[in-house]
């Protein structure tokens, strides 16, 4: 009878053994799977709040083959249309510094709403662009002593301040 109850506590001694190392095994197997998806996101997490904030210098650099490299590419591609656009901008804002107002964005390289932010610009530089080149073709001509007709295109605003300006001078 000592033998069955010492090799009852013994098997009890041995799965209780085995139970926690699998409990262990498994907690650890659970550890690392759930680093393997939360690390990469927190990165995509931390470079996408850089980006928020106007910080492009981050690199995505996880490349996986799972859900989570799909959303690295996704989240670089994202970030390289955006830094684009940033550059297409960046350059009209020093052509325009720099007085080369014929200069537009190519808005060919772009889709969907960038396509149309920089058509936008493209027509914000043309409202500036119209009434100075008015302006300074009138200006050229009076400084010739020619008296042109009145100014007829209607603009608004400021730009019509301009224009009521030259014509009373007229």
Not at 69 to 97: F, H, S, W, Y
Not at 117 to 122: C, E, F, Q, R, S
Not at 142 to 169: C, H, R, W
Request: proline share 3%; aromatic share 4%.
């Amino acid at each position: 009878m000592k033998q069955v109850i010492k090799s009852a506590k013994d098997l009890t001694t041995i799965s209780t053994t085995i139970g926690v190392i699998a409990l262990v095994i498994v907690v650890g197997i659970i550890v690392l799977i759930t680093g393997s998806i939360t690390n990469p996101l927190n990165h995509i997490v931390t470079i996408a709040n850089s980006i928020a904030d106007g910080d492009f210098s981050g690199d995505i650099a996880i490349r996986q083959g799972d859900e989570n490299g799909r959303l690295a590419d996704a989240c670089r591609n994202m970030k390289g249309k955006i830094d684009a656009v940033l550059r297409e901008v960046n350059a009209l804002i020093q052509a325009a510094q720099q007085g080369q107002l014929q200069m537009r964005a190519n808005t060919k390289d772009f889709r969907g709403r960038w396509q149309h932010l920089l058509a936008g610009v493209n027509n914000l530089i043309d409202a500036f662009v119209a009434p100075i080149n008015v302006t300074s073709d009138y200006l050229d001509r009076l400084s010739k002593g020619e008296v042109p007709d009145p100014i007829a295109p209607a603009y608004q605003g400021d730009f019509n301040t301009i224009t009521e300006k030259l014509n009373m001078l007229i």
